[in-house]
């Protein structure tokens, strides 16, 4: 059975590696191990075959290196992006899935984080927390706006010596109706 595209993307391994690409552009296998030093080199393989074959990955570049051919990896326009068909086309199991695939991912990063030697979350700008709202759709429609032209900004930061790599999840759950 072919794996959905929500499954391509939602394994942990493979959102680590889809981060990774997002964060940094087009990357060589060597790259990534590089930046995912936890992940087996066989195991990295195996997903980034995965990734390519389901339309997430591309290669953008093939370089001669010592008789081997060194390839270069760059994420597909909008591949790693579920569309609001594929989540339509999600039973409520599927959904409850992603979620918890998503929820283990978040708390594999934050264990990496919390395993370093040298933790300063103050500085680091560690948080987590829940804020409710009351908000018209209208308004919250406005909200979503705003929120993703503010992703979109420092999302478009190119990496630099400077910046720091920044995880920022964000889920939003309404009260179910009555």
């Known amino acids: 059975m072919k794996e959905s595209k929500a499954d391509l993307l939602l394994h942990p391994v493979r959102m680590r590696i889809i981060q990774t690409m997002a964060s940094h552009g087009s990357l060589t296998v060597q790259k990534i191990a ?6 087996p080199q066989a195991t990295l393989y195996r997903h980034l075959n995965k990734l390519l074959k389901g339309g997430i990955l591309t290669i953008v570049e093939q370089r001669q290196i ?3 051919i060194e390839k270069v990896y760059a994420l597909e326009a909008q591949g790693a992006n579920l569309t609001p068909e594929d989540m339509a086309n999600a039973s409520r199991d599927d959904h409850m899935k992603y979620f918890a695939t998503f929820l283990a991912v978040l708390m594999g990063d934050y264990g990496r984080y919390l395993a370093q030697e040298q933790l300063d979350m103050i500085k680091d700008g560690v ?3 829940q804020a409710n709202m009351h908000l018209t759709d ?3 429609q406005e909200f979503l706006q705003d929120l993703v032209a503010v992703y979109k900004k420092a999302m478009d930061k190119k ?3 400077e910046r720091r790599p920044r ?3 964000t889920i939003i759950i309404p009260e179910p109706n009555k």
């Open 34 to 39: 590089e930046r995912l030093p936890d992940i």
């Open 138 to 140: 209208e308004e919250f």
């Open 167 to 169: 995880s920022v999840s």
């Open 127 to 129: 948080m987590y927390r």
């Open 159 to 161: 990496p630099s010596e």
């Open 66 to 68: 010592r008789g081997a």
